[in-house]
């Protein structure tokens, strides 16, 4: 015999826990099923080891989506301020590192541990190492009756009659019954939350099973990539950014219409920091992005006082006021002028602003899922309710956190869609 729950959520990450914790406090039989070891891998090692939980503005821009209004409505009813509430009640020191992201000041290690009570204390069931084999609707007794009056009406030919019935499909509908058959055995449920995330990082577990099942139940699955991912570059660049590996600046990067003021950090790949793997959510492949150097300073009147007052110096030690003395070697010979300061003409100086200001540089791509934070498309969420999360295609399915498209960007965007979307469906299902 099957075992039967009300819910079963496969994928015991941040989105799915805090679905089963959620739907378990209002009393609902919920078990979590995951394949990996351990549960919530992606929070452990989220953040440095400090799980950037959340953060103090939470606004839809901060989300990527073929659907930008989608995910108002969840992050409206379980905001930051909710989630917070929670990291205190478990009496979590935390604190904001920067631009309003909140990071656990001892461990990531304490949010999984949150995770888990939270599922434990209202009673909902977490079962590792369970492989998936298949998921299947069967007709309950209800819907039985419905399709044998279907097969009486229609050799009766009676028209109007059909009608009703087949409105009856649509409403037992409701009363689908999933069953899973899975390395430990067979489950049935009324709820099928399917919360197993995107792609990135395969060796903790990431697969295409949400995507896999979106599409055994009809659903678009829009094209994936990685996304929060570092640069990789070729030649003559990234020969120079060996050269300048471990050294960051704060710039301000920018692709298209979008800009980020963080850091880059130059690596013996290409380019990595928090602006980078910002914008590599909006880089697409042949695109340029542009570097401002130094954002706070008016680099005209700077170098042009310097001139007055260190006629004698070259530009790379004037650099070197800004930059250490690799960076400040290598953008003195991207400026292409290698004299002193006082032999700098005006169009020397406009050179100097446009190569500081706008630096222009085409990466080659994206290091990819083995070192992305997330994973950029998905399940398209124009089948999906914003309300509840349950598929407008079969009910009782519901798709949660990173398997969606929404991506969030760096900051503890993701961490806040898997907790609201994780509430909204566990109120619901
Ligand atoms: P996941 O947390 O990925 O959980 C999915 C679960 O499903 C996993 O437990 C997996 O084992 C399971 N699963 C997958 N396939 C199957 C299958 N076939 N059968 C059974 N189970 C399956 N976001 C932030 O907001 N702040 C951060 O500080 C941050 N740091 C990050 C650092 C790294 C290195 C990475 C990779 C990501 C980071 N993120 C961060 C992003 C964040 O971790 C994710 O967006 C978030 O975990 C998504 O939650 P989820 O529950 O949807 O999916």
């Not at 070891?37 to 073929?66: Q, Y």
Request: with cysteine; hydrophobic share 40%; proline share 3%.
């Amino acid at each position: 015999m099957p075992e039967h729950f009300e819910v079963i959520i496969i994928g015991a990450g941040a989105a799915g826990l805090m679905c089963a914790a959620t739907a378990a406090k209002r009393g609902k039989k919920v078990i979590v099923l995951d394949h990996a070891n351990k549960m919530a891998k992606k929070v452990l090692m989220s953040g440095g080891g400090r799980c950037n939980f959340t953060n103090l503005s939470i606004e839809a821009d901060n989300f990527i989506s073929n659907n930008p209004h989608f995910c108002k409505s969840a992050l409206k009813r379980y905001t930051q301020w909710d989630f917070i509430a929670l990291v205190e009640k478990y009496h979590i020191d935390y604190y904001e590192k920067t631009q309003g992201q909140l990071f656990c000041r001892e461990s990531s290690k304490l949010i999984r541990d949150l995770l888990s009570q939270e599922c434990q204390s209202n009673g909902a069931q977490i079962r590792l190492k369970c492989e998936i084999l298949s998921v299947e609707t069967v007709l309950s007794s209800s819907q039985t009756d419905t399709f044998k009056a279907i097969e009486t009406i229609k050799s009766e030919s009676a028209k109007d009659l059909n009608l009703t019935a087949k409105n009856q499909i649509g409403s037992s509908n409701q009363n689908t019954t999933f069953k899973l058959t899975t390395s430990l055995g067979a489950f049935t449920c009324e709820s099928l939350v399917i919360a197993t995330g995107g792609l990135s990082i395969p060796t903790m577990g990431a697969t295409d099973f949400g995507y896999q099942i979106a599409q055994q139940f009809g659903h678009q699955v829009l094209p994936t990539r990685a996304g929060l991912t570092p640069l990789t570059f070729k030649g003559r660049l990234l020969n120079a950014f060996k050269e300048m590996a471990g050294n960051a600046l704060q710039v301000q990067v920018s692709c298209g219409q979008q800009t980020f003021n963080e850091a880059i950090l130059f690596t013996h790949k290409g380019l990595s920091g928090p602006a980078i793997l910002q914008i590599s959510n909006y880089w697409q492949p042949g695109q340029a992005i542009s570097i401002n150097l130094l954002p706070h300073v008016d680099i005209a009147t700077w170098i042009t006082q310097l001139k007055e007052s260190r006629p004698d110096i070259q530009l790379k030690t004037a650099l070197a006021s800004h930059f250490s003395q690799a960076v400040a070697s290598f953008f003195a010979s991207e400026v292409g002028f290698q004299g002193k300061l006082k032999q700098l003409t005006p169009q020397h100086i406009e050179n100097i602003v446009q190569t500081l200001s706008d630096w222009t540089i085409y990466p080659e791509g994206v290091e990819g899922y083995r070192v992305a934070e997330v994973t950029l498309g998905g399940v398209d969420t124009q089948q999906i309710s914003s309300k509840t999360f349950e598929s407008a295609l079969q009910s009782g399915l519901y798709f949660i956190g990173e398997v969606l498209d929404v991506t969030g960007h760096l900051g503890g965007y993701n961490f806040q869609w898997a907790w609201a979307s994780g509430h909204a469906a566990g109120n619901y299902v």
